[in-house]
C-alpha cells in the first residue's frame, strides 16, 4: 500500500500480457510467465465492492482481536483481495460499497508507526475514493 | 497429453485397512500406520512380500517416514516415497501407486496415508515470500465462511440449510467405527458455537490422527496372489489439477474442481448422473454444496435443497459423505484422501453395514489441498 490521502495500494502490470494483480509479485506473471522484469508496479484505488463477508469469532493470535470481519473485496480495477474491514462494520454487506483507511497498528523499534490497510463503507455523502 | 493408461492395464483395489482416525495421542505414526497397512494386507489376503512398490502421503511428518515403519512387516528392499500434496497427499499416494500398477512396473502396490497433527506446520503459500493485506486473518475456516456468504447470497440458502450437511454426516459417521466423530447430533448443537461467519464447530472437520491404507494390484496380481475377484473394485479414472487463474472473486476450489471432474469423467466414460456414491472434501459443510455443484450433480445453487430432500441421504439418489466425510470422519491430512478410497471400495463391495448405500456400483473420490490442487478418484464394480 502506499499511505496517502486516500491510501491506494501497489499491484503490478505485466508489459508482455497486461495482467494486473495484487499482491505484487516477486517472481513473474501468473498468466503468461513473463519474468519480474517485465512487470511494472502500479497504483490501484483502495475502492471496491464487498463480495462476500464474514465475521470471525476464532483467532490464533491476538490481533486483531475477536470478533473481527473480513470481507473479499473487488476493487474497482477488477482485482479481488481480502482485507479486514474497520469502521462501523454493521453497515457493511455484500454488495457494500468500500474504501481503502490506514489504520495504527503498532510502533516499531526504530520509532515508526506502522499501519494496516482496511476497508470501511464509503459514506456516499462524503465523497472521497468511494 | 494425457492418455489414460488405467484403460490400458486395469488397476483394482484388492485391499483396505485404517486405524481409527482420532485427537492426537501418545500412538506413534508407526503404530498407526502399521495397523492399516497389516489389516489392509488381511483384507487382501496376501502377504507384505507380494507388495512391490509403496507411498506413503503425508504432509506432516517430515522426511524419510515409510522404511521406518514399512520395514517392521519384513524388510523387502522396495521402492519406496513420501508423497506430500497438501490435503490430497493421501489421493496422491493412491494415484501414484496406480500409475504403478498401471504402466506395468509392478502387479501390486501400497498407498499408505498417515499423519499425527502438530504445531507450525509449514505451508509453501504462506511461505513464498509474497505479502498481501490479510496478514493471517485468513485461515481456512475463514477462506470458507467467505465462499458460503456469497453462495448465500447468490442462491437464496440459509445458514440452517448449509449447517444440514453436518446434521447428515455426522449421522453417517455415526455409524463408522473409525471416524473421529461418532456422535449424532441436532441442527440446534450443529449451529452453535460459531467460528466464522456461518462455520461453527461442526461445521469445521477435526484435525486429528489415523492411517488409511489401499492396496492395489493388476489382473496379473490378482491371479498371481489369488487374491479374491469378486472383492476387487476397479480404479477406473484417477485425475489431478492445479488452480488456474479464475475471474476476480469466484471461488478457486469448485472451479478447480470442475476441471478435473471433467478430466475423471472423460478418462472413464461416465459421467456425474451414474454416480451411486460419493466423498468429496467437505473439511467445512458449505465445500460439499458447492463440490457436488461443481461435479455435476445438480445445477448451481441446487445442492442445498438435494440435502433437505435426502436425495444425498444414504438410500437416497447418491449417498455422499458416506463414512461421515471430514466433517465427521476427521480430517487427519494423510491418510483422508486413501480412507475416502477405502471408504468407496468397501461401500462397491457392499461391505459397509449399516452405512451401506443399496447396489452401488459407482463411486467417486474428490480432495482439495492448498496450493491449490485437485484429485478425483473414479471407482467402479463390473
Known amino acids: 500500500m502506499r499511505v496517502g490521502d486516500p491510501p491506494t495500494i501497489v499491484g503490478h502490470e505485466c508489459q508482455r ?7 505484487p509479485d516477486p517472481y513473474g506473471c501468473e498468466r503468461c510467465g513473463a519474468g519480474v522484469d517485465e512487470l511494472d508496479e502500479i497504483e490501484l484505488a483502495a475502492a471496491g465492492v464487498i463480495h462476500a463477508i464474514a465475521t470471525v469469532h476464532r483467532h490464533h493470535h491476538a490481533r486483531p482481536e475477536t470478533p473481527f470481519t473480513v470481507a473479499t473485496i473487488v476493487l474497482d480495477d477488477g482485482i479481488a483481495l481480502k482485507a479486514v474491514l474497520t469502521g462501523d462494520v454493521s453497515a457493511a454487506a455484500i454488495g457494500s460499497r468500500v474504501r481503502g483507511v490506514a489504520v495504527p497498528w503498532e510502533t516499531a523499534d526504530d520509532g515508526t508507526e506502522v499501519v494496516d490497510l482496511r476497508f470501511e463503507v464509503a459514506d456516499i455523502g462524503r465523497g472521497a475514493s468511494g | 497429453m494425457a492418455g489414460n493408461i488405467l484403460a490400458d492395464r486395469p488397476v483394482y483395489v484388492v485391499g483396505i485397512g485404517f486405524h481409527r482416525y482420532q485427537r492426537n495421542s501418545d500412538a506413534t505414526y508407526v503404530h498407526l500406520g502399521l495397523t492399516a497397512v497389516r489389516a489392509a494386507l488381511a483384507d487382501a489376503g496376501i502377504d507384505w512380500p507380494a507388495v512391490e512398490t509403496a507411498y506413503t502421503g503425508t504432509a506432516l511428518l517430515g522426511m524419510g517416514s515409510s522404511r521406518i515403519m514399512l520395514s517392521r512387516l519384513g524388510s523387502t528392499g522396495i521402492p519406496m516415497a513420501q508423497v506430500e500434496n497438501a490435503s490430497a497427499s493421501g489421493s496422491t499416494a493412491v494415484a501414484q501407486a496406480s500409475l504403478d500398477v498401471a504402466s506395468g512396473r509392478t502387479d501390486v502396490a501400497l498407498a499408505l496415508g498417515v499423519d499425527k497433527p502438530r504445531a507450525g506446520i509449514a505451508a509453501g503459500p504462506a511461505e513464498a515470500g509474497i505479502e498481501n493485506l490479510e496478514g493471517g486473518t485468513i485461515v481456512p475456516f475463514t477462506h470458507f465462511a467467505l465462499l458460503a456468504s456469497a453462495y448465500l447470497d447468490a442462491h437464496g440458502v440459509t445458514p440452517e440449510q448449509v449447517a444440514a450437511v453436518a446434521l447428515k454426516n455426522h449421522r453417517n459417521g455415526a455409524h463408522n467405527p473409525n ?3 461418532r456422535q449424532e447430533r441436532t441442527l440446534d448443537e450443529i449451529m452453535a458455537e460459531p467460528i466464522s461467519g456461518s ?5 469445521c472437520c477435526p484435525v486429528g490422527e489415523g492411517a488409511a491404507a489401499v492396496i492395489v494390484a493388476s489382473d496379473d496380481g490378482i491371479d498371481r496372489f489369488r487374491i479374491d475377484r469378486s ?6 479414472a484417477s485425475a489431478t489439477r492445479t488452480e488456474r487463474l479464475y475471474p476476480p472473486g469466484e471461488g478457486i476450489d469448485a472451479a478447480l474442481t470442475a476441471e478435473t471432474a471433467v478430466d475423471a469423467f472423460d478418462q472413464a466414460g461416465v459421467g456425474p448422473a451414474e454416480l451411486d456414491v460419493l466423498e468429496v472434501h467437505d473439511a467445512f459443510s458449505i465445500e460439499e454444496l458447492l463440490y457436488t455443484e461443481a461435479l455435476g450433480l445438480c445445477p448451481p445453487g441446487e445442492a442445498a435443497s438435494l440435502v433437505a430432500s435426502g436425495d444425498f441421504d444414504l438410500g437416497g439418489r447418491c449417498a455422499v459423505s458416506p463414512s461421515g466425510g ?5 480430517h487427519p491430512i494423510g491418510p483422508t484422501g486413501t480412507g475416502q478410497i477405502a471408504e468407496i471400495a468397501r ?3 457392499g461391505e459397509a453395514g449399516p452405512r451401506q448405500q443399496p447396489a452401488a456400483r459407482c463411486g467417486l473420490a474428490h480432495m482439495v489441498g ?3 490442487v485437485c484429485v478425483v478418484h473414479l471407482l467402479v464394480k463390473d
Open chain 2, 326 to 330: 471430514l466433517l465427521a470422519m476427521g
Open chain 1, 17 to 23: 500480457c497486461g495482467r494486473c494483480a495484487f499482491p
Open chain 2, 347 to 349: 461401500q462397491l463391495r
Open chain 2, 370 to 372: 492448498v496450493g491449490a
Open chain 2, 231 to 236: 472383492r476387487a473394485v476397479r480404479i477406473v
Open chain 2, 199 to 203: 462455520m461453527t464447530r461442526l461445521q
Open chain 2, 179 to 181: 471416524a473421529q466423530r
